[in-house]
């Protein structure tokens, strides 16, 4: 919407406001005639009646355009922020003009004034009027102020871009990265966050996959609904009857058509209750599924982001919260407003007066329902964080419990955990303790809806403007629309809650990985020749601090090359490149002269396989392990590996060969035996370039002897990149190169490198020598 647009609207507005609001006086005389005499009669003030006189109308709208002009200075003075968080004035004073227009008509209607045109005119403006007044505000006169937030963000981004040009980086290096990188994911989601109404239609969206079951359901729930609003209106019948009509007959009339209803509404929801418990098992599957696959589709950059223990989190309890509660919500929703749509007609055929008076507070539960609802949300997201920092204290405990054991932190992490619980207690309280006001004043309205019932209802019969049966049966739908609201107004809260567990689900669901690892298609044969051309590189999560500055590095196919450099300089993220775990910022990576990332994903990861410092093993036997991502795997083709890496060795010595568990993250295997495994999973896809990662440093010499001759063995008529701290693992390499600084700063064999005596490399070799060590660096 453009600015001339919204000041055109306002103007209409304020334009529409005050003609309407003067040219209604003029309708105060018996029949459809302007008459200007009504307009000045009002403003006799000497003659001022509340029950007789519209003046009240015109006050109303004075105020409107009192702050209307106030909004209007508020913003021209750059206060919209102020405005923002005052809106809820302009929330009471619709509502406080709701009020005064419906006492004004139920006045009006105590005089008999009830034929002027001018009443109805007033009341029904005055209310519109009222309620459009903080709308129009917030969707023409605030909506600048989020377009202004977009510009000045867009602003300090493009700042921040030309700072990263320049090569500026944060004074404070890695901290002040770390916190931009924590600041920039909540940013990120934050910015991705959907607003309301469309997070709402991706939950149903969620929930409408069982569209045929939930269908079913819900055209029960509307049968019961029907038969249900026939129920109050059969109380009324069969007190009368045995109360004013004293007739037997009609009672057991009454009663018989009481049981049938009754009846027929049981067998619908029980049939309806099966028909949603199978939807909604079905949709928690779906979600957790859908959900773990979104996961496993991000790239890696997301998961040094988000914790493991918090996924978990996501998957089990936020995934089965919106299942669980969404079709219920919809469900209650439903029945309730069949009630409240079925129940108001009827009670205003009862009595106009009583209706309209027993809706006057409506308004003030709705605005309080709104704004604590906007809070139960955002308590609910808070929450939901919190216990997922507790249950990622309790998945960090458990699958580190032999560090903790043996640094003697079991208190520790007791106090952690004791911590990071609080901190859920605090908040849930907080809800709790909301919840509590919140019902506490939502029986205070519908008692004093309930007085003006009785009192006024009373009021009514008392001067025969409304029939003793007419009361009664307005008394029992009262009482089912109390039930009604009352069940909405939990359900409000309950809704909050879960579009605040669902925030996250959905922005996972959504997230479109920066690095897509599927999108490669090509399949070609591989020699192993790989080049990295100029690759610059820095982590997603520090962004400003570069890793690698520019790496050329060319690798002949069936040769050996060693990184080496110091600890932090960018060897492990050189292989993880070539891995694809992240792309690079600038700069290629070519195998064979293809682009990697045009390769198809499973092809490439067969011909490319990594030996990490610390492998994973999957809680499963050992088959299972070696034939890891091998649908077509044979028992021959691990029997070849298992004897090319050793491991065949120390499975022939064990009771189960290679059926034995190797247990969650091979916790009932040794470092080397954990090693040859990962080195024989690699092997099984004979891949033609082997990157091993440090793959000796954690042995003591008898294991490293025994992996450095399956490796030797391996490392075959492929090509090999290896990173390793202990020179006999490089000094036999082919080529040797040295990462320093992210940049290769030295490239040759050993001899030729030990030529260069000012060379990092040469100094590093002395230094080994001289400290007498196995250990390079
Ligand atoms: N996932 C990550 N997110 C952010 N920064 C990272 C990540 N992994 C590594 N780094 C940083 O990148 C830099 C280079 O790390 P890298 O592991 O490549 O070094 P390296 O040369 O292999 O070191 P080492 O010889 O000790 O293994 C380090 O400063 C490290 O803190």
Not at 83 to 96: A, E, P, Q, V
Not at 741 to 767: F, P, R
Request: aromatic share 10%.
């Amino acid at each position: 919407m453009g600015p001339l647009l919204r000041k055109i609207l306002m103007l209409l507005h304020f334009v529409l406001d005050i003609s309407i609001t003067i040219c209604s006086l003029g309708f105060y005389s018996p029949g459809w005639n302007f008459n200007i005499d009504d307009i000045w009669k009002t403003f006799h003030f000497s003659h001022y009646s509340y029950w007789e006189t519209p003046l009240d109308y015109v006050l109303l709208c004075i105020l409107r355009q009192v702050s209307l002009l106030i909004a209007i200075i508020l913003i021209r003075r750059g206060k919209s922020k102020k405005l923002r968080s005052w809106m809820w004035i302009y929330d009471s004073l619709g509502i406080l003009g709701y009020i005064v227009a419906v006492l004004k008509l139920l006045a009006f209607d105590e005089t008999g004034t009830m034929s002027f045109p001018g009443i109805y005119m007033s009341t029904g403006s005055s209310i519109f009027l009222s309620f459009s007044l903080p709308l129009a505000i917030r969707h023409t006169l605030l909506i600048k102020e989020t377009e202004e937030v977009g510009y000045e963000r867009l602003q300090s981004e493009s700042r921040e871009a030309t700072n990263v040009e320049n090569g500026s980086t944060p004074s404070n290096g890695t901290a002040s990265a770390s916190t931009s990188s924590e600041s920039n994911t909540e940013n990120n989601e934050e910015e991705n966050r959907l607003p309301l109404s469309k997070h709402i239609w991706q939950i149903v969206k969620l929930c409408g996959k069982q569209w045929k079951w939930f269908t079913v359901a819900y055209s029960l729930l509307l049968i019961d609904c029907i038969l249900n609003l026939w129920i109050p209106a059969l109380y009324s019948k069969m007190m009368s009857a045995a109360i004013q009509i004293k007739s037997f007959d009609v009672l057991k009339k009454a009663c018989l058509h009481f049981a049938v209803i009754q009846f027929s509404e049981a067998t619908c929801n029980t049939i309806r209750y099966i028909c949603m418990q199978y939807a909604e098992r079905l949709t928690a599957r779906n979600i957790r599924v859908g959900l773990f696959k979104a996961i496993l589709h991000q790239d890696i950059s997301f998961f040094d982001e988000n914790k493991t223990g918090q996924l978990m989190s996501r998957i089990t309890h936020d995934a089965e919260s919106i299942s669980n509660s969404l079709p219920t919500y919809i469900e209650t929703t439903i029945r309730n407003l069949f009630m409240i749509f079925g129940s108001a007609p009827i009670m205003f055929c009862c009595s106009w007066q009583l209706s309209i008076s027993t809706f006057i507070t409506f308004p003030i539960t709705l605005l309080v329902t709104k704004y604590y609802g906007l809070y139960v949300e955002k308590l609910s997201e808070e929450e939901n964080d919190a216990t997922a920092v507790s249950n990622e204290t309790v998945e960090e405990v458990v699958s580190g419990i032999r560090t903790v054991r043996s640094f003697a932190a079991e208190k520790m992490e007791y106090m952690r955990y004791t911590r990071n619980t609080d901190a859920w207690f605090k908040i849930s309280t907080k809800t709790v303790v909301l919840g509590t006001f919140y019902n506490y004043f939502f029986a205070m309205m519908w008692t004093i809806k309930d007085v003006v019932v009785y009192l006024y209802g009373g009021y009514l019969t008392l001067h025969g403007r409304m029939a003793p049966e007419a009361l009664l049966t307005y008394a029992f739908y009262h009482w089912r629309l109390h039930g009604a609201l009352n069940e909405f107004s939990s359900l409000f809260s309950a809704v909050m809650k879960t579009i605040g567990s669902s925030r996250k689900v959905i922005h996972i669901m959504n997230r479109i990985p920066e690095l897509d690892y599927e999108a490669g298609t090509e399949t070609p044969e591989v020699v192993g020749n790989i080049i990295f051309e100029d690759i610059e590189f820095a982590y997603p999560t520090r962004r400003t601090t570069n890793i690698l500055n520019g790496i050329n590095l060319s690798i002949e196919p069936g040769k050996t090359v060693a990184l080496v450099g110091p600890s932090g300089n960018g060897k492990s993220t050189l292989v993880g490149l070539l891995q694809q775990f992240y792309a690079p910022q600038s700069g290629r990576i070519l195998l064979d002269g293809t682009p990697i990332q045009q390769i198809d994903h499973h092809h490439y990861h067969t011909k490319i396989a990594l030996v990490a410092q610390e492998p994973t093993l999957f809680s499963g036997t050992i088959r299972e392990n070696i034939l890891y991502g091998m649908e077509d795997g044979t028992d021959d083709d691990m029997m070849k590996v298992s004897e090319m890496a050793n491991v065949h060795e120390f499975v022939s010595k064990m009771e189960k060969g290679y059926d034995t568990e190797c247990g969650e993250k091979g916790v009932q295997m040794s470092g080397g035996q954990k090693q040859r495994i990962a080195i024989a999973r690699a092997l099984i896809r004979n891949p033609r370039v082997l990157i091993l990662d440090e793959a000796t440093s954690a042995l003591d010499a008898e294991s490293e002897s025994m992996v450095q001759e399956a490796l030797n063995r391996c490392a075959k008529e492929r090509t090999v990149i290896v990173i390793a701290h202990r020179l006999s693992t490089v000094r036999s390499a082919d080529r040797i190169a040295v990462i320093e600084k992210g940049n290769v700063t030295e490239i040759g064999n050993h001899d030729e490198l030990m030529k260069n005596q000012d060379g990092v490399y040469y100094k590093m070799v002395q230094k080994q020598l001289g400290a007498r060590t196995v250990d390079f660096f």
